[in-house]
């Protein structure tokens, strides 16, 4: 029976068909139904398709002006990114003036009720000329449509390409409404197929090299492009353009000319390295850097394209020889722990099995926010037998999984965070990072790090959950379980002594 329905389901039992527990004898086709809409009842985890294309395509490059159509809810939204640090130098060698400027400003159209009815456009140019000016060292403005500009039908494309006349500037419009797809992911989509259809092949990089590449879906969270951006250089590659993670707006329109892209996320950028296969005929490689293991292979199968065999094992052994003497500690700390694995898609098929493979973990379950079929295949070949792998879970399923799973640890987002917490199980964050970056041999160890500190926390010895106060009291042989609201500790009855429910509440 591969799939299963959690008890809190039993009045939506479509849910079934979303859980799936790994089982070897299955075909591979058998994987949790996904990439469809949430469940009406369900309390969704999930991102809208603006939360995709802004907050995880555009939002990381570096020196544009982003106006988000939007009453200011999706714009104050839109502001609290993801943890994409830049650094302020430009590809002429010129420095931005403003550092962190995609971080510090995001700017709206604040629409109002009077602009819904009449039309919000005139508000749009008025908005994007005061960024121009606002911002002169911007070197592109990007503008979004959001869901009630969607609704009312404003012509954003219209604007954007009027005002590239007037300002001289690339104007470039987003039309990825929140509700025009089930997930953030549809918002990957139109943001790989703008940039390449507006920007890519409009411009020419200052000089190119025989090993020039494009680093794809590469968002620099919390500095993972600094972490990998070195192995490469040190192999004697040079990395053109990032796509997106501290990238300039003119990288994106040269993306062209690179001799290979690198697809790191293959869930929200495989579009473009696709798009910029057929029409300049760039081909791309799909790589994964997280865990010591994938990250030596894919920098092998690299080195093998360019034939730089000996630089990629001279970058692997480096990194190893550092790496293999501090994990031994954790290891032996880790080993057995139990882990469910959270995140929007690919982290849940990239982190697990170096979990397993280097530190002896355990993988009770997984589950994606957005992720589509070919990622829940990479998801089932590398977890183990009886994981529970799920689409979309709701928070109600997130409770029962704990209680019937015990995991040691969940690796979630900020959203499932204080959720984790309430139910006493330590919590470490996966999109963002605690204290990454995470991806590579030193990512890895500090993944690690995290790992350890979030199970090993004296703060939970603290938890006075009523259950556990009864098992270790009555072990010890100091409660007397006919008492019930008093609590007899080594011979002194405490009156009163408040109840608490699993969930923490007072009874
Ligand atoms: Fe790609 Fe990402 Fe991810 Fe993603 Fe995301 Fe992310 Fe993620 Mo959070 S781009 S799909 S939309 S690897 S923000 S850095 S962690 S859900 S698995």
Known sequence: ????????????????????????????????????????????????????????????????????????????????????????????????????????????????????????????????????????EANAIYTYATCTTGLIGDDIDAVAKELTQEIGKDVVAFNAPGFSGPTQSKGHHVGNHTLFENLVGTKEPLETTPYDVNLIGEYNIDGDLWILKPYLEEMGIRVLSTFTGDCCHDEICWMHRAKLSLVRCQRSATYIADLIEKKYGVPYMKVDFFGPRYCAENLRAIGKYFGLEKEAEKVIKNRMDVLYPQLEFYREKLQGKKVYVFSGGPKNWHIPQPLVEELGMEIVAVSTMFEHEDGYKKIKERVGEGTVIFDDPNSLELEELVEEYCPDIILSGVKEKYLAHKLGVPCVLIHSYENGPYIGFEGFLNLTKDIYAAIYNPVWKFLEFEDEIKASEVEKGLLDTNLDNRVQIEGTEVEDVQKYNKKGEVE
């Open 1 to 136: 029976m591969p799939y299963k329905l959690f008890e809190v389901d039993k009045e939506i039992p479509e849910r079934e068909k979303h859980i799936y527990v790994k089982d070897s004898r299955d075909p591979s086709e058998e994987i949790p139904a996904c990439n469809s809409k949430t469940i009406p009842g369900c309390m969704t985890e999930r991102g809208c398709a603006f939360a995709g294309v802004k907050g995880v395509i555009t939002g990381a490059v570096k020196d544009v002006a982003h106006v988000v159509h939007s009453p200011v809810g999706c714009t104050s939204y839109g502001y609290g990114t993801k943890r994409y640090p830049t650094t302020s130098e430009l590809p002429n060698g010129e420095k931005f003036p403003i550092e962190n400027f995609n971080l510090k400003y995001i700017i709206g159209t604040d629409l109002k009720e009077s602009d819904v009815v009449f039309g919000g456009m005139k508000k749009l140019r008025q908005s994007i000329l005061e960024a121009a000016k606002e911002f002169p």
